[in-house]
T-cell receptor, first 110, second 112 residues
Framework: NAGVTQTPKFQVLKTGQSMTLQCAQDMNHEYMSWYRQDPGMGLRLIHY???????DQGEVPNGYNVSRSTTEDFPLRLLSAAPSQTSVYFC?????????FGQGTRLTVV | GENVEQHPSTLSVQEGDSAVIKCTYSDSASNYFPWYKQELGKRPQLIIDIRSNVGEKKDQRIAVTLNKTAKHFSLHITETQPEDSAVYFCAARRAEGNKLVFGAGTILRVKS
């Protein structure tokens, strides 16, 4: 049982490049979310999903897209990376109470 | 939408002392309040949670209290140990949906 798996763990992008952060869970959880973590700002919600085919914006959605075609997968897309998107990104899943986090992706945009 | 404020941002205590972290929330419809611990370089992990129909919950050295009227909740750690050193996050979630909103975090340092 892998839980929540994020890939990659580390990534360096140039400004303007695009990329997709992958997130997969094997716990059959309905709810999945993406957060970014910046020093002194806690975990800020980017996008979330309450089930396959349903997504909604969180606190800081600009510059990010998501889709939820299956229960297991919830990828986060950066269409045109900016230095302000340098952060640690966490994916989480839950069935209603405890949220389980992936190991995080440290993204640097130069 | 929901807004969660957390204080203090940093907290240093001597080993064996107690530590208290406080959070306030804005949305009276929130009904679930978890606390997460994040060790350096690791992912956040749930340590304790409380629902709005309960005023206090304990688990060994940690406890959480909730005051719905004042819309604040607190984490209490007794007999602190060096391994309690970490970042602690409070969070709140509304009754409908599953949008979990976090506080900014508290860096707890336990000095031995």
């Amino acid at each position: 049982n892998a839980g929540v798996t994020q890939t990659p763990k580390f990534q360096v992008l140039k400004t303007g490049q695009s990329m997709t952060l992958q997130c997969a869970q094997d716990m059959n959880h309905e709810y999945m979310s993406w957060y970014r973590q910046d020093p002194g700002m806690g975990l800020r919600l980017i996008h979330y999903s309450v089930g396959a085919g349903i997504t909604d914006q969180g606190e800081v959605p600009n510059g990010y897209n998501v889709s939820r075609s299956t229960t297991e997968d919830f990828p986060l897309r950066l269409l045109s990376a900016a230095p302000s998107q340098t952060s640690v990104y966490f994916c989480a899943s839950s069935r209603g109470t405890e949220a389980f986090f992936g190991q995080g992706t440290r993204l640097t945009v130069v | 939408g929901e807004n969660v404020e957390q204080h203090p941002s940093t907290l240093s205590v001597q080993e064996g002392d107690s530590a208290v972290i406080k959070c306030t929330y804005s949305d009276s419809a929130s009904n679930y309040f978890p606390w997460y611990k994040q060790e350096l370089g690791k992912r956040p992990q749930l340590i304790i949670d409380i629902r709005s129909n309960v005023g206090e919950k304990k688990d060994q050295r940690i406890a959480v209290t909730l005051n719905k009227t004042a819309k604040h909740f607190s984490l209490h750690i007794t007999e602190t140990q060096p391994e309690d050193s970490a970042v602690y996050f409070c969070a709140a979630r509304r009754a409908e949906g599953n949008k979990l909103v976090f506080g900014a975090g508290t860096i707890l340092r336990v000095k031995s």
